[in-house]
């Protein structure tokens, strides 16, 4: 038993449902109660859905349970496909009726439905979402791919992208055009967009684009084996991988191409000496392995960032994140503690946080600037305009997400001289955001607000055990807010390290020469 | 009395034939409450004891409301924890233990059973019992379920409410109770009224913090404030109150037929109810009126969701000229609601429970001009062209009595007015 506020993974069968919503032609039965209904509005709310994600509930009660729940799962079953009309089905239990073992997958299999019934076996009280998710694609993929011939074109089928993902819907269109582009071709995109019947034509393809390992992997895997085809191991997320990710398809298909980058321009907008101020920024990164790995990249090579915390909720993928941190010179957070992430970022003080929307609250709480990277994340996170996070446009979006939540280079100078100015003062925070800047205010568990300014009058014991006499403290609360929590830290560590106990102006200077790069 | 506010004639809804299908339903289970009853109860905590499903539930119900730390968790199941019951209840008295030490604040436990906990019959009673003597008397412990398959939604409050009622103290004072969460603000307005009739005591449950509990007793007299607590309102009779059934106080002629109730039974003089109610009555009518423009001569169709349904029809259709063509509601409790359908004009079809796409089609074949219903449904309905009020604002926005007479007309305007301020066209 653990006690859980907010999650990063919703239970396995909401993966299924982002298999299911993603694709079209398919209905998920789910043998559930019939609160577990909520998971639609996942799919029209968050997503803004036009269509009802094509999941029937059977929502039996409590009176069904002496009863014939079964047959309520059978009658569930039978009114789905007359009204649906699926090309095929999938079947499962979400939690409840997993203690209930009703089997929907043996029950749908005596029915002789006339099309294909896969039953998925997701254990709810130990797996979560994206297992959900990624088990459920290879289910469908096993049950419906055959061996066949290739395409005359080298093609490839791309694997992974689900409904509710981070941006699945326009990394798809970029690798599309970017892959056509090379002069191959796209067999398949799957589950996204994709029927049964393209499912079982996923044999054409001579290898596979594995977008998303979250979700996409295991079936990478079995496509291998059954079917022979390779898959591509670089996820395409900056300029770096976007490259590596052209040459390993390149290969894979035994050919050269020229590859057009006119289009991008990261490269360029982190050269261009508007961006001299962001060398060295310390940030942290948190999310599902995937995005987190690759952000960590770009944020580390590409805009001279330096990562200063690196982590992921998806257990799966705890090895290959130690090595990336391991690499980076950090220990990887591996949690889906909410919390634990949060103590993380307080303690490494970061100017940017990237990570899922349960660091964007983190950092509204802790005042500092977030961009969101990674799923899960809301409404706001859809965005209206093409903006995907793979392929050379991808690198474009990226130095704007993470160039965006900062204070302007010039702006971060003019903060820092006219510290005291009634309305250029720091807390007023990046002068293109309006209302929405981060705060310099912490905010009590009662929830009110109050101001971290204030003038302390009796010395104030750090977390780390030394003490910061008033007029230190006070020179403290004249360094920009945005390096602020780096000032302080840097300082108690240099105090620490010196047999310091109690910090004067005089430590400050010294520290800050210490650090000085 | 009888010259307070007086009824019409007729029946109304009251004896129409009910549609009752059986099929897929689309709406919340009650641990969704939680979301309100902990901002109402200020030293309450909610811990749900059941899966990574109900925490995703609240997670999903919630929304970007991200508070510092709310008062509410999920004791997540594993799968250790199905394997033997008596883990669970260790387990579970470490996580109480580690949370009330935590939070020295809370002085109200809820342990509030889900669909699996119910399923493998953790038995929360006989834990709150024992976690009540370990942490007494700071902490008081109590139990219900927001299971799924035994609560809708609002039911959820419902089964809160009754778990309190045998803990509350006894009295034999005449008093009124008022019963459901509501709003401070409203909540505030409503005891303004009440004073200012002169009704005498009045309590509400539940009440903000666990040292304001109500009494109960004999010459208690109920008023709901809420159609959907049937439960609570059987226990609050079991101890020995009385009900006394009322319109709900939607509108200005709800809020002035639940006043009218509640003044006739403690013999408040006409003119003093008149005196009290003209000003704010006017107000309302005034208000409801700007988007009564709106909605008059509009179609209605309720899904069902909050049990809200058969009072806000009567509102719509007599104080805003609004025609309805299917009421539905998740459970039809008469003895509660009986007032409201009496009210509601002849003709639209009453349905309690729901097979959501049979529903779907009757809505579809009926095209209203305003659809109430869920999240799950809106959207995808707005692309069939239909325009839709989300039935969950109504739970969580003000819209009791007088003053929020207007807001609440103002809630089913808006999707109108936003469909016809928005000239770009959706490309189908
Ligand atoms: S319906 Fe049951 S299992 Fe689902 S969220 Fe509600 S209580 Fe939990
Ligand atoms: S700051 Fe923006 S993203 Fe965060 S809660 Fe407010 S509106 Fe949502």
């Known amino acids: ?517 | 009395m009888t010259d307070l506010a007086p009824l019409p004639a007729g029946s109304g809804c009251r004896d129409v034939p009910v549609l009752k299908q059986r099929g897929q339903r689309e709406v919340f289970c009650g641990l969704t409450g939680i979301i309100w009853l902990h901002r109402k109860m200020q030293d309450a905590f909610f811990l749900v004891v059941g899966s990574r499903t109900c925490a995703h539930l609240l997670q999903a119900a919630a929304g970007v409301m991200i508070f510092a730390e709310p008062r509410f968790g999920t004791a997540i199941l594993e799968e250790k924890d199905l394997a033997g019951l008596a883990d669970a209840n260790v387990e579970l008295d470490r996580e109480v233990a580690r949370l009330l030490s935590r939070r020295p604040d809370i002085r109200q436990l809820f342990l509030v059973g889900s669909c699996p906990s119910e399923v493998i019959k953790l038995d929360l009673a006989r834990a709150a019992e024992r976690l009540s003597a370990a942490h007494a008397p700071h902490v008081r412990v109590l139990n219900y379920s927001g299971s799924g398959i035994e609560t809708t939604f609002t039911q959820g409050e419902d089964a809160c409410l009754a778990a309190m009622v045998p803990v509350l103290p006894a009295t034999d004072a005449r008093q009124l109770l008022v019963v459901g969460a509501l709003p401070d603000v409203v909540e505030d307005q409503m005891l303004g009224l009440l004073a200012d009739l002169g009704v005498g005591t009045v309590r509400v449950l539940p009440a903000r913090r666990s040292s304001a509990l109500p009494a109960v007793g004999p010459n208690t007299v109920v008023v709901l404030a809420q159609p959907f607590l049937g439960d609570t309102l059987a226990a609050l009779e079991r101890r020995g109150a009385r009900h006394l059934p009322a319109p709900f106080p939607f509108g200005e002629e709800g809020t002035t037929q639940w006043l009218a109730a509640v003044a006739r039974e403690f013999g408040v003089p006409s003119q003093t109810f008149d005196a009290v109610t003209a000003a704010p009555r006017a107000r309302a009518r005034k208000a409801v009126a700007a988007a009564t423009e709106t909605l008059r001569g509009r179609s209605v169709f309720f899904f069902p969701d909050s049990q809200l349904e058969i009072p806000l029809a009567r509102f719509l259709t007599r104080e805003c000229g609004m025609t309805a063509v299917e009421v539905g509601t998740p459970y039809l409790h008469t003895a509660i609601v009986g007032p409201d359908l009496g009210l509601l004009a002849p003709g639209p079809v009453i349905s309690e429970g729901q097979d959501v796409d049979l529903q779907l089609d009757r809505a579809r074949a009926a095209r209203p001009d305003l659809t109430v219903c869920g999240l799950g449904l809106a959207n995808p309905l707005e692309a069939e062209g239909l325009t839709t009020k989300w039935a969950i604002e109504l739970v969580f926005t003000p819209v009791h009595f007088y003053e929020q007479a207007g807001d609440l007309a103002g809630l089913f305007a808006r999707p109108l007015r936003r469909k016809a301020v928005l000239k770009a066209g959706v490309p189908a």
């Open chain 1, 1 to 517: 038993m653990k006690l859980t506020v907010w999650t990063y993974e919703g239970p396995p069968h909401v993966g299924a449902m982002r298999v299911a919503t993603a694709m079209r032609g398919l209905h998920y039965v789910l043998h559930a109660p019939q609160g577990d209904t909520y998971a639609d509005l996942l799919f029209t709310m968050i997503e803004r859905r036009d269509r009802r994600p094509p999941v029937t509930y059977t929502t039996f009660q409590a009176r069904d349970l002496g009863a014939d729940t079964a047959g309520l799962f059978r009658s569930a079953c039978r009114d789905a496909f007359d009204r649906f009309r699926p090309e095929a089905m999938i079947v499962g239990a979400s939690c409840t009726a997993e203690l209930i073992q009703d089997d929907p997958g043996g029950l749908a299999e005596t029915m002789g439905l006339p099309v294909p019934v896969i039953p998925l076996e997701l254990p709810s009280y130990s797996r979560k979402e994206n297992f959900g998710a990624d088990e459920t694609f290879l289910q469908i993929v096993r049950a419906l791919a055959k061996p066949m011939d290739r395409t005359p074109q080298f093609s490839v089928n791309l694997l992974g992208p689900t409904a509710l993902g981070f941006r699945h819907r326009d990394d798809v269109e970029e690798l599309r055009r970017l892959i056509e582009s090379l002069g191959i071709a796209v067999n398949v995109v799957a589950p996204f967009g994709a029927t049964p019947t393209d499912i079982a034509r996923m044999g054409a393809a001579h290898a596979n684009v594995l977008m998303y390992p979250e979700t996409g992997e295991s079936a990478a895997r079995w496509l291998e084996k059954t079917l022979s085809q390779p898959w591509t191991k670089t996820v395409p997320i900056g300029v770096a991988a976007t490259r590596a990710f052209i040459g390993e398809v390149l290969a894979l298909a035994g050919r050269d191409a020229l590859v057009d980058e006119s289009r991008l321009r990261l490269p360029w907008w982190s050269a261009s000496v508007d961006s001299t101020y962001l060398t060295g920024k310390r940030v942290f990164v948190f999310g599902d392995a995937t995005h987190a790995m690759a952000l960590a990249r770009v944020a580390r090579d590409e805009i001279g960032f330096e990562v200063v915390g690196l982590g992921c909720y998806n257990r799966e993928f705890a090895r290959p994140m130690r090595v990336l941190a391991k690499e980076f010179g950090l220990e990887a957070l591996i949690t889906d503690d909410y919390l634990d992430v949060e103590a993380a970022i307080a303690a490494a003080a970061p100017e940017l946080i990237l990570g899922t929307q349960m660091e964007r609250h983190t950092a509204k709480r802790l005042g500092i600037p977030c961009a969101v990277i990674s799923a899960p994340v809301h409404v706001q996170d859809f965005p209206a305009r093409y903006s995907p996070v793979m392929g050379f446009e991808g690198a474009n979006v990226l130095f704007d997400t993470l160039v965006h939540p900062l204070v302007m280079g010039l702006e971060e100078h003019l903060l820092t001289m006219f510290r005291d100015d009634f309305e250029f003062h720091d807390a007023a925070g990046p002068s293109h955001h309006g209302g929405h800047a981060p705060r310099a205010v912490a905010e009590d568990s009662t929830g009110a607000s109050k101001p971290t300014a204030e003038a302390p009058a009796e010395p104030v014991v750090s977390t780390v055990g030394v003490v910061w006499l008033p007029a230190a403290e006070n020179e403290l609360k004249k360094i920009p807010f945005f390096v602020r929590g780096k000032a302080r830290r840097n300082t108690e560590a240099y105090a620490a390290q010196k047999g310091v106990t109690a910090i004067s102006v005089e430590t400050l200077y010294e520290a800050k020469a210490h650090y000085a790069r």
